[in-house]
């Protein structure tokens, strides 16, 4: 069993930039790739970026080059640096955690965070 608790979301100007972190408990962080995924209002949940348990990382098109993903196992902890941010990248971002490596969908994932709002104003 993982539980996952997100934190570092909040209301920041476009151009602007946020760190958002999970912090994990239970047994073995460093088995499980973590995924950082988004909801906003109307869409569907999905992927914005992945780590493996070895430490390959994975980032979508749409946020690339502007958010970072990273994980600390020596603190049970995973990252999102999100830099340059924009309107569309408002959402509830959420941590999950899935026991196989190389997972995109949300469905893949066996533990989920309960979210941190993130509002990029124009």
């Known amino acids: 069993q993982v539980q996952l608790v997100e934190s570092g979301g909040g209301l920041v100007q476009a151009g602007g930039s946020l760190r958002l972190s999970c912090a994990a408990s239970?047994?073995?962080?460093?088995?499980?790739?973590m995924g950082w995924f988004r909801q906003a209002p109307g869409k569907q949940r999905e992927l914005v970026a992945r780590?493996?348990?070895?430490?390959?990382?994975y980032s979508v098109v749409s946020v690339k080059g502007r958010f970072t993903i990273s994980r600390d196992n020596a603190k049970n902890t995973v990252y999102l640096q999100m830099n340059s941010l924009k309107p569309e990248d408002t959402a509830v971002y959420y941590c999950?955690?899935?026991?196989?490596?190389?997972?995109?969908?949300?469905?893949?994932?066996?533990?989920w965070g309960q979210g941190t709002q993130v509002t990029v104003s124009a």
């Open positions: 780590i493996t348990s070895g430490g390959y990382t």
């Open positions: 239970g047994r073995s962080f460093s088995n499980y790739a």
């Open positions: 999950a955690a899935s026991s196989r490596d190389w997972k995109s969908s949300p469905s893949e994932y066996e533990y």
